[in-house]
Each structure stands twice: as structure tokens, then as C-alpha cells.
């Protein structure tokens, strides 16, 4: 039943009312409270970051957090909205100044825009926390301004602003952003922490893995928690409608879906620490959680049975990939790349498998197509950073921790020893 049709009385009379306004309402609506849940998976990053990483850094960390979430911000309506969502061509969208605020159509362009925008920043996020301890600021911020004003508007509007790249994304399929948001930072990331080299001390000459273990379980706890509450509005937003009874369910079917996929990760996780390690590992844990928000992104429509095995394989890849990527020398503190990035192939191929209407070739071509650009832009933009002002910390700022040297603070002053 769509609202449009709702009866009202009036005067003692039934009367049919017009309520398209209703409508607007309630998917601007929508889109605003959505948007401020995704926001609030800022601040899940920057305490998963902050636990998982030394105190010595963690002020960086925080600033990094903060500062990234305003420059998505503030680039992308400037910049990468009309980039991502313009008419344009097949390869990009238009190049204009700022985003319109028009009330056509079904909802608030700009509460459109907001929606939209708290993507971009978490695409920013996970980047941070694969280069963290060892990567100056400023570089990395520079960075951000690239990523969220270019490199991801232009691969967004392949896949959401329309264009299909001329066809060559035809039936591509990512209904939150398994790819278009969660593999693209990891891709970005992945080209970044290729050039920066792991933390000193990480890996012996022997090629042992040295742990070096993060400064706050409790608060990288806490940030998983934010970031699953978070997802509810990642996932139930990208619904984009909540006007009729179907959107209405629809929308609890997404959410309820993208809860069970986090769950399954979790305990799979779990379940899979204790078989190898004979101790159930925290980190994974969260990790395992998290991998399974990224994979059900992709297709959080597709039932619980599907968000259920989501989670499982999201699980088994969190205690594989992570210790993989440690054997080939990534050094990657808070386990980024294994939960946006192999998580994200992961559920994009997931809507391939077990939704008979797209094409598991499709998500393929997708997925390296996206892949492909963003890796190779971000390795080229990584690339003239470090040869121009560079990109990593002298060896004695990152032995003394990056806070002193980068921001002057100390995240935990009364706990930790005066430089």
C-alpha cells in the first residue's frame, strides 16, 4: 500500500488524501537519520584504529579520524557528487562547483547528499588504520582530498551514477558498497602501504612476525559495537525509499540481514581461532564481525539464509587473510585489508552465487575493473607523495611515537613516559 492512498477524515468525512508529501517526508527523512548512523561509524573507526594501535600514535590516529571525515566532506560537495551523480559521459559525470539544493522529485537533494557522503569518508576510513604508526599526517590527508573529490566519484559513477562505464559494468551489482565503498579503500590502501614499508620492528631478518600488540582492547571493542550500529544505516539506508509498506519491509529485511551476517562472522571467527590456536583471539573476533558487515553489503536483500553464509566464509577468510597478509610482508596494524578488502571481493562475488538475477561474470568484471583503477590511481597519487614531500616517519619519530612529533600531544599523558 503506497502512502499515496492513505484515507484521512476531515469534518467527520473520509476523504482521500494526496500525501506525496508524506512520501518526500519520510525518504528525506530516511536518508538524513541513515546518514547520521553512518556518520557515527566515524567515530567506530577511529576507536577500533585507536585500540589496535599503540598509545604512542593514537593522538595521530584520532586526528586523522576527525580531519578525513571533514575534507570527504567538504570535497565531495564541492567536487565529487557532481563527479559521481552529473550527467556527463561514460567515464565521469560533470565538473561543476558544489551541489544544488532542489526539493524535486522524491526526497531533498541534499538530504541525498548527506547520504551520499558519509560513503565517501568511509572509504577514507579504512585506509587509515592499514597505514597507521608510521605515515605522516599531512600526506595522508592530502591523499583523502584525491580519494573522495576523484578516484572515488569517478569509479561510483560507473556502478551508482549510471553510466555502466559504456556498458562494460553492465549488470554489475552492489546494493551498499561491498566494492564501490569497502574494496575501494582497501585498494587504496593496499597501493599506499605497498610504498610506506611495515612498521620497524614488525618483521625479523628471519621473516618471523613480530606481534606488536594494540594499546586498548576494550576501546577497539567499543568500536566494533559503533560500527555495527553504524551498519544498520550503511545498509537500511541504501533501501532509498521508505514510503510504502514494501520499502518499509524491505528496509527491516536489510537491517535484520546485515545483523545476522555480523553475528555469523563473529562467532565463526571465534570458532576458528579456537581450532587453530586453541584460544579464542579477540581481534579476530571483532574482525570476524566486521568482515561479515562488509560482505553482506553487496547484497543485504538477498535473505538471512544468504547474510548467514555471508558471515560464515567472511569469518574463515578474517583468520586466513590476516596472517597471509603478514607471510607476504603487508604490514596492516588493524586487519583493514582483510575485512574491506577481501571481505568486499568476497560478498560482491556472494550476489553473483546466490542471486539469479546477476551474473557472476558481471561481478567479476566489476570488481577488477574497479579494482584496477582505483589501485593504480592511488599507487601513482602515493607514488609522487613520497617522492615529493614523502610519506613516512623518520625512524626516530616512529621509535618515539607520532604524536609528539606530528601533534604534541600525548592521547594518555599521566600513563605514559615524558620524552
Given amino acids: 500500500m ?12 473520509v476523504v482521500l488524501g494526496n500525501f506525496t508529501d508524506v512520501k518526500y517526508i519520510l525518504d528525506t527523512f530516511l536518508f538524513i537519520m541513515m546518514g547520521a548512523l553512518v556518520m557515527w561509524m566515524a567515530a567506530g573507526f577511529a576507536m577500533l584504529e585507536a585500540g589496535l594501535t599503540r598509545s604512542k600514535n593514537n593522538a595521530v590516529i584520532l586526528s586523522k579520524n576527525m580531519l578525513l571525515f571533514s575534507i570527504a566532506c567538504i570535497m565531495y560537495y564541492f567536487v565529487g557528487f557532481n563527479i559521481m551523480y552529473g550527467d556527463g559521459g561514460a567515464l565521469l559525470g560533470s565538473i561543476s562547483f558544489g551541489v544544488a539544493s532542489t526539493s524535486d522529485g522524491n526526497y531533498s537533494s541534499m538530504s541525498d547528499f548527506f547520504f551520499q557522503v558519509v560513503f565517501v569518508a568511509t572509504a577514507a576510513s579504512v585506509i587509515s588504520g592499514t597505514v597507521a604508526e608510521r605515515m ?3 600526506p595522508f590527508l592530502i591523499f583523502v582530498v584525491v580519494l573522495t573529490s576523484i578516484i572515488y566519484p569517478i569509479q561510483g559513477h560507473w556502478s551508482w551514477g549510471g553510466s555502466e562505464l559504456g556498458g562494460l559494468m553492465a549488470g554489475f551489482s552492489d546494493f551498499a558498497g561491498s566494492t564501490v565503498v569497502h574494496s575501494v579503500g582497501g585498494w587504496a590502501a593496499l597501493a599506499g602501504v605497498i610504498l610506506l614499508g611495515a612498521r620497524k620492528g614488525k618483521y625479523g631478518p628471519d621473516g618471523k612476525v613480530r606481534p606488536i600488540p594494540g594499546s586498548n582492547l576494550a576501546i577497539a571493542t567499543l568500536g566494533t559495537f559503533i560500527l555495527w ?7 537500511g539506508g541504501s533501501q532509498l525509499a521508505l514510503g510504502s509498506r514494501d520499502d518499509a519491509t524491505a528496509f527491516a529485511e536489510v ?19 579456537q581450532f587453530i590456536y586453541k584460544k579464542v583471539d579477540l581481534t579476530m573476533v571483532l574482525n570476524g564481525a ?11 536483500d538477498l535473505g538471512m539464509g544468504v547474510a ?9 577468510l578474517i583468520v586466513l587473510a590476516i596472517p597471509f597478509f603478514d607471510k607476504i610482508k603487508i604490514d596492516d596494524p588493524v586487519g583493514a585489508l582483510s575485512v574491506h ?4 571481493i568476497w560478498g560482491t562475488l556472494a550476489v553473483g552465487l546466490f542471486n539469479p538475477d546477476v551474473s557472476l561474470f558481471a561481478q567479476i568484471k566489476g570488481i577488477v575493473i574497479v579494482g584496477l583503477f582505483v589501485f593504480v590511481s592511488s599507487f601513482i597519487v602515493w607514488y609522487i607523495l613520497k617522492r615529493t614531500i614523502g610519506i613516512r616517519a623518520s625512524e626516530q619519530e616512529e621509535y618515539e611515537g607520532l604524536d609528539l612529533h606530528e601533534t604534541g600531544l600525548e592521547t594518555y599523558p599521566e600513563f605514559q613516559k615524558s620524552h
Avoid: E, K, Y
Avoid at 229 to 235: A, I, M, S
Avoid at 290 to 300: E, F, H, K, N, S
Fill in 229 to 235: 550500529l553504524g551498519w544498520f544505516g550503511f545498509n
Fill in 290 to 300: 566486521l568482515g561479515g558487515l562488509v560482505a553482506v553489503t553487496a547484497g543485504p
Fill in 255 to 273: 537491517v535484520a540481514a546485515t545483523n545476522m551476517a555480523a553475528c555469523v562472522g563473529a562467532i565463526t571467527a571465534a570458532l576458528m581461532t
Fill in 2 to 13: 503506497d502512502i499515496s492512498s492513505i484515507q484521512h477524515v476531515v469534518d467527520g468525512q
Fill in 308 to 316: 548467514a553464509i555471508d558471515g560464515i566464509v567472511a569469518g574463515i
Fill in 136 to 138: 605522516r599526517l599531512w
Fill in 341 to 344: 578488502l577481501v571481505c568486499g
